[in-house]
Nanobody, 117 residues
Framework: QVQLVESGGGLVQAGGSLRLSCAAS????????MAWFRQAPGKVRELVAT????????TYADSVKGRFTISRDNAKNTVYLQMGSLKPEDTASYYC??????????WGQGTQVTVSS
């Protein structure tokens, strides 16, 4: 399987930026799609962005389109989420996930992002 470790979260003012990282180990990183999800207290987990195994295809939730960018470096076994123009409603725990076996079946432990107004 795949082990995922997120980092880069923190406290930032509205309008600021953060870059999240997710380091993968285990199975060959370049063989599967990756995604970022987020979950705020009392809310369901939301798919934020996805990226294909090659990095050539990405998708975004409407709520982050134009503000967030997902990317990956297969040589470093790492996927990133560059977040800009942050809003208080972006406050959540952010998780990376690997798409294996037909579903998002591998998850990291999460990293907290808090955006103050």
């Amino acid at each position: 399987q795949v082990q995922l470790v997120e980092s880069g979260g923190g406290l930032v003012q509205a309008g600021g930026s953060l870059r999240l990282s997710c380091a993968a180990s285990g199975r060959t990183f370049s063989s599967y799609p990756m995604a970022w999800f987020r979950q705020a207290p009392g809310k369901v987990r939301e798919l934020v962005a996805t990226i294909s195994w090659s990095g050539g295809s990405t998708t975004y939730a409407d709520s982050v389109k134009g503000r967030f960018t997902i990317s990956r470096d297969n040589a470093k076994n790492t996927v990133y989420l560059q977040m800009g123009s942050l809003k208080p409603e972006d406050t959540a725990s952010y998780y990376c996930a690997a798409h294996l076996g037909g579903s998002w079946s591998n998850w990291g432990q999460g990293t907290q992002v808090t955006v103050s107004s």
